[in-house]
C-alpha cells in the first residue's frame, strides 16, 4: 500500500482521503475490527511461529484524549506512540487508520508524537519493519479523541488560544469578524509601505489574524523577523469599483481577509517582491522556475512554502500580472480554503491570468 506522510489529521483530510481508500475508513467505529485491540501482534496468518514481535506500549486500549493544544487549524489531542518488539524490528511505521502514515520511528521504543483533530473512535496500526524495509507484521492500538469541554473551534476561541493579542471591531463596512490585533503576530513585525517604524495594531477579519499567526509558524523557522506591507482593508471591488454599486466583485480586501506582501526581512537583510523577485517566463510555473540568484529563488521559495503550508488560499506573484509587480497579493478566498481542509480545488500559486486579481 502506498501510504501519504502527514505530520498531522486533521477532519477534513481524513474524509477526503478516505473516499479513495473505503477500506481503511469505512470500518472505524467500536468492534468493526472484530476486537483486535489488544495492541498485539497480527501477522495476519493467525498464530505465527515466533511469538509477540510487537506490543504497542502507549497509548493503552480505549485511553481518551482530549483536544487541548491549539493549532492553527483548530484544536489537536497530541498522542505518544511507543512500542517494544523483538529482536528483528528495526523501525516501526505508525499509520493512523492503516490509512496515513504518520512516520517511521527506530528502535528500542520507537517513540512517536502526532497530533489528532477528528473526533471520535480512532485507531492506529503499527506496522513492524525489518532492516531491509520488510513489513513483518501489525499490531493495532484503539483510542479515543474528544473535544474539550466548551470548546466551539470559533476564529475567536482560536485566537485566545494561540495567544494573539486582540480587540473587537471596529465594524467597518464588509468585514464579517472584525479584530484589531497588537503586532506584532507570532514574532514577526508589520511596516506600513515606506514606514520606518513598525505597526502597534492592524484591523482585519479574524479568520487573516488566524492566517498570519499561521504565516510566522511558517516563516520564523527562515529568520523572517519582519514584512513590510501594502494594505489589508479597503472597500473596494477587484479592480476598483464601489462593491455597493452590485456591478463588480468585491476584492478580499473589502472583506480584510487579503493583504499585499512587498518586502520580507531577516534581521538586516531585506528581499523585496519588486527589485528581487525575478519574473519568470509564462510557461514556468512559479513553484518549479529556475531562479536567477539567491535572493530570487529565496522569494519564489517562501511563495510555494505558503501555498503549500496551506497559510493562504491564494498567492498572486509579480507573474501574475503587471498590477502585482510590487507585492505577493495573498488571500483567503471562500471556496479554495486552504487553512482547514485540503481542498483539491484550491486555487494556490498562479491561477489562470484573468481568473482572479487583487
Ligand atoms: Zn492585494
Redesign the pocket.
Known amino acids: 500500500m502506498k501510504r501519504n506522510f502527514l505530520g498531522a489529521l486533521g477532519i477534513a483530510g481524513l474524509l477526503l482521503l478516505c473516499a479513495g481508500a473505503p477500506a481503511g475508513c469505512a470500518g472505524d467505529g467500536p468492534g468493526a475490527g472484530g476486537g483486535d485491540d489488544d495492541g498485539l501482534i497480527d501477522a495476519g496468518g493467525g498464530g505465527g511461529d515466533a511469538g509477540t514481535l510487537l506490543t504497542i506500549t502507549s497509548p493503552t486500549p480505549g485511553q481518551i484524549f482530549t483536544r487541548d493544544k491549539a493549532v492553527t487549524a483548530g484544536f489537536a489531542a497530541p498522542i505518544q506512540f511507543t512500542a517494544s518488539a523483538s529482536a528483528g524490528v528495526a523501525s516501526v511505521e505508525w499509520v493512523a487508520e492503516d490509512v496515513f502514515s504518520l512516520g517511521v520511528a527506530e528502535a528500542p521504543d520507537f517513540a512517536l508524537m502526532a497530533d489528532f483533530k477528528g473526533d471520535g473512535d480512532r485507531f492506529v496500526v503499527a506496522h513492524a519493519l525489518a532492516a531491509d524495509g520488510r513489513d513483518l507484521g501489525t499490531a493495532r492500538i484503539d483510542f479515543v479523541v474528544k473535544a474539550m469541554p466548551g470548546q466551539t473551534g470559533t476564529c475567536h476561541e482560536m485566537l485566545n488560544a494561540l495567544g494573539v493579542s486582540y480587540v473587537l471591531g471596529p465594524n467597518n463596512k464588509g468585514v464579517a469578524d472584525p479584530v484589531t490585533v497588537n503586532t506584532p503576530i507570532n514574532g514577526i513585525a508589520y511596516y506600513a509601505y515606506g514606514a520606518a517604524t513598525p505597526q502597534s495594531k492592524m484591523f482585519m477579519d479574524c479568520k487573516l489574524a488566524l492566517a498570519l499567526q499561521k504565516l510566522g509558524d511558517v516563516l520564523r523557522p527562515r529568520g523572517v523577523t519582519a514584512i513590510e506591507h501594502i494594505g489589508i482593508y479597503n472597500y473596494r471591488c477587484i479592480g476598483g469599483g464601489d462593491p455597493d454599486s452590485g456591478t463588480c466583485t468585491p476584492?478580499q480586501?473589502a472583506y480584510a481577509k487579503?493583504?499585499?506582501l512587498h518586502e520580507f526581512r531577516v534581521g538586516a537583510t531585506t528581499y523585496n517582491t519588486q527589485t528581487d523577485f525575478v519574473i519568470d517566463p509564462d510557461t514556468m510555473p512559479t513553484c518549479t522556475a529556475t531562479t536567477s540568484n539567491d535572493k530570487d529563488k529565496w522569494l519564489h521559495e517562501v511563495a510555494c512554502l505558503m501555498h503549500t503550508q496551506k497559510v493562504f488560499n491564494i498567492i498572486l506573484t509579480p507573474n501574475f500580472n503587471a498590477d502585482h509587480r510590487n507585492?505577493y497579493?495573498v488571500?483567503l478566498t471562500a471556496g479554495s480554503d486552504y487553512i482547514n481542509a485540503i481542498d483539491p480545488g484550491a486555487i494556490g500559486v498562479d491561477p489562470p491570468h484573468g481568473s482572479h486579481a487583487?
Open positions: 476584492s480586501h487579503g493583504i499585499d507585492h497579493h488571500d487583487h
